[in-house]
């Protein structure tokens, strides 16, 4: 039997984690089923355990994919070369314009589940550390104090986590018209017009 017939039977593992991630950000984790998941996909319950051993190792795999995908990325991102500290932020605002590095709704459905989820919510503190850890790198490596690097990190922590839990809806070209007054906000200087016009290329759709 080749690959494609194995995945007619089966589904592919990255089809059954996609289905499972819609159902867990709609719903929450206790919606988060075998036969509900395999009858949506119009699949058996034999081609999930075809790639999950069981429920858990599937709840697992996406705990892992938003460790890797939200918080990996923050990193990276927060690390990324800059040449001045309001070009290191508008890196990490890349995450919040684009969800193939941050994905918020995710994000949310995570910080819902580990409300009753004692072990996650051990992974979830740990993610956030990381997180700030990295931001304060940012200020750090431009010469801020470690309290001042610390306050100025939490701040955009907390900022964002209030855009996320409050699903602040925004058009697009809104909030990159905000993006720059929160670099001043987030590090007390004015970016430059070049600053700007960089990050501004990244995320606006060229006129047809």
């Not at 592919?12 to 919606?31: F, I, K, M, P």
């Not at 069981?54 to 990276?76: F, P, Q, S, V």
């Not at 590095?101 to 989820?117: H, K, Q, V």
């Not at 987030?186 to 047809?208: K, L, N, S, V």
Request: charged letters at 25%; aromatic letters at 10%.
């Amino acid at each position: 039997m080749d690959v494609t017939q194995t995945d007619q039977m089966h589904g592919t593992q990255a089809t059954w984690l996609r289905a499972a991630y819609d159902v867990l950000c709609d719903q929450g984790v206790e919606a988060v089923k075998i036969m509900p998941l395999a009858r949506s996909l119009g699949l058996t319950r034999s081609g999930f355990y075809y790639h999950f051993t069981d429920r858990e190792a599937l709840l697992e795999a996406m705990i892992r994919h938003w460790e890797d995908k939200n918080t990996g990325t923050l990193e990276a991102r927060c690390d990324a070369y800059a040449e001045t500290v309001c070009e290191a932020i508008f890196n990490l605002f890349d995450c919040w314009l684009d969800n193939d590095l941050f994905d918020s709704p995710l994000d949310l459905a995570i910080r819902n589940w580990a409300r009753n989820d004692p072990a996650l919510q051990t992974r979830l503190d740990a993610a956030d550390k990381r997180r700030q850890a990295a931001m304060e790198r940012i200020f750090l490596r431009f010469g801020y104090s470690p309290q001042e690097a610390e306050t100025r990190a939490l701040t955009m922590i907390f900022v964002q986590i209030g855009y996320i839990s409050m699903r602040v809806t925004e058009p697009r070209d809104e909030r990159l018209a905000r993006m720059p007054p929160y670099i001043v906000v987030f590090t007390g200087q004015e970016p430059t017009p070049a600053e700007i016009d960089r990050f501004m290329a990244r995320h606006c759709t060229p006129a047809a």
